[in-house]
């Protein structure tokens, strides 16, 4: 295999920048002069170098933490025959591929110093509505899935950021405010189409290629290969109306209440009512940081408006909220409601935890000590912590443990310590920010399985392989083996090889 430097790529680009070279576009050189020269002359689409004024876009991840991670060079491909031509040419050269739809990944694994392979104009999507099915590209994202289908009959489960890759939601299992009814996105997928470590662009479903199938439904990317197409089974629109609720109080008694009741009331809540919880740490006052916590829960319900009432009845009991909604919302209106557009870039990090039973109350309240104790507490650097209700239920249940990668059924809640801070903040923000989750998570650990969210990564668990897939990781492993023994696909958190 042919070596190449990052000295050799950083000079031949410079000098292609410069006009040194390389015959079309930006570059003007003789063809067996550079190694990124061969790529860029086999590609359908278009090369990037550092110094081309396209690059800094192409190769900027959303999360502000990783910018400074920079790719040797961005591959926007034009067709699944280019994403072929890249692997092959990272393979023949030593460069490690990463592949770039959303590039939304928590803990930066869509950015790298390699190659990044960027498959975003696979994004197209085509809706079958005779057979309730539709086959999107790579790349598309939320936001082309919703486009396809809002006013429509059918419906796919999935994420609430217009912005996220689709490939990267389902390849890690794909919650939001659909999952307890509808289940998540990756136990829709009926098929998939890969380009693998050899090369090769195979076709994936639960006959042809099945391990690599059962992998790409819970796995998450970047481990054995880059997934140019899926196709997934839609779930009919089941109600021309949803029952929604919004709450909202303040200060940090009320949110250990309402955090400890909306515990209690997972468990015993039917498929049909899906919800969160929330406190965020807010700017001090006068009344002090406890009381400067603001507090939220919301959801809707496929019934009425009624039994929505009687279902977060415990809520209001808890505590009185300031604010408080309950109506009957058209079914499209809600979804529409709970996408959300990315406004400016900045950087975040979060923990997960699942849980399969109720905090106990010195937890909850441990929490919320910990949340007026949030070191920053600005608009834009703030700390929170989430209950998801999203993770469990029969619908998402019917599945067992082992039957997809995906391994977390048979839960409650998924907790959720989440940061924010400006990307021109100090270090020392972040660092701060972090440390606090890992307080957080530590309270949360000992009273819930060790299991965390893969498409949530986070760089600091120490546990990860086991966190994220549990009882399939020795599976995957075989996976691994079988499609990418060389590891070529890889990052922090892949699937290792042995």
Request: glycine share 10%; with cysteine; hydrophobic share 40%.
């Amino acid at each position: 295999m042919n070596q190449i430097s990052r000295r050799k790529f950083v000079r031949d680009g410079a000098a292609a920048t410069l006009g040194v070279g390389w015959t079309t576009g930006l570059f003007a050189c003789s063809p067996t002069d550079s190694a990124l020269e061969v790529l860029n002359r086999k590609l359908r689409g278009t090369l990037l170098l550092p110094k081309d004024p396209r690059y800094n876009a192409a190769a900027t991840t959303a999360n502000g933490r990783y910018h400074a991670i920079r790719p040797l060079a961005v591959a926007q491909c034009e067709d699944e025959a280019d994403v072929v031509t890249c692997v092959n040419w990272c393979t023949e050269f030593g460069v490690q591929p990463v592949a770039r739809g959303g590039g939304h990944s928590y803990a930066g694994f869509s950015a790298t110093t390699g190659l990044m392979v960027d498959i975003r104009r696979l994004n197209a999507i085509a809706i079958d509505a005779k057979n309730g099915t539709a086959v999107t590209g790579g790349a598309a994202l939320n936001r082309d899935m919703f486009d396809k289908s809002v006013n429509g009959p059918f419906i796919l489960p999935a994420g609430t950021c217009l912005g996220v890759g689709l490939g990267g939601l389902v390849l890690g299992g794909g919650i939001g405010y659909n999952t307890p009814w509808a289940g998540l996105t990756s136990d829709h997928l009926k098929a998939s189409r890969i380009v693998t470590a050899k090369g090769d662009l195979l076709d994936l479903d639960a006959s042809t290629n099945e391990d690599l199938f059962w992998a790409c439904r819970g796995g998450a990317g970047g481990s054995f290969g880059i997934n140019t197409s899926f196709t997934f089974d839609l779930v009919k629109v089941p109600v021309e109306s949803v029952a929604y609720y919004r709450f909202e109080w303040r200060g940090a008694d009320a949110a250990a209440v309402v955090l400890a009741a909306f515990d209690q009331l997972l468990p015993k809540a039917p498929a049909a009512f899906n919800a969160v919880a929330m406190a965020q740490a807010g700017e001090i006052g006068k009344g002090g940081p406890r009381e400067a916590i603001d507090v939220m829960s919301r959801g809707h319900y496929l019934g009425p408006v009624d039994d929505l009432r009687d279902l977060v009845a415990p809520l209001l009991a808890a505590a009185n909220p300031t604010k408080r909604t309950v109506e009957e919302v058209p079914f499209w209106d809600m979804q529409k409601a709970w996408t959300s557009e990315e406004t400016e870039s900045h950087s975040f990090g979060d923990i997960s935890r699942y849980a399969a039973e109720p905090l106990p109350e010195k937890a909850t309240n441990a929490l919320i000590e910990l949340l007026a104790e949030c070191p920053s507490r600005s608009e834009k650097a703030n700390g929170s912590i989430w209950s998801l209700g999203w993770v469990g239920g029969e619908v998402v249940d019917r599945f067992g443990p082992a039957e997809t990668a995906y391994v977390h059924r048979n839960m409650s809640t998924l907790w959720r310590p989440t940061t924010v801070w400006p990307n021109d903040a100090p270090k020392s923000v972040g660092d701060e920010l972090q440390e606090w989750t890992d307080e957080m998570i530590a309270v949360i650990a000992p009273f819930t399985p060790g299991n965390s969210y893969q498409n949530f990564p986070n760089r600091s668990l120490v546990n990860w392989q086991e966190a994220y897939y549990g009882e399939n990781l020795a599976r995957l492993i075989e996976v691994k083996r079988q499609h990418d023994k060389g590891n070529v696909f890889r990052n922090p958190q892949s699937i290792p090889v042995g």
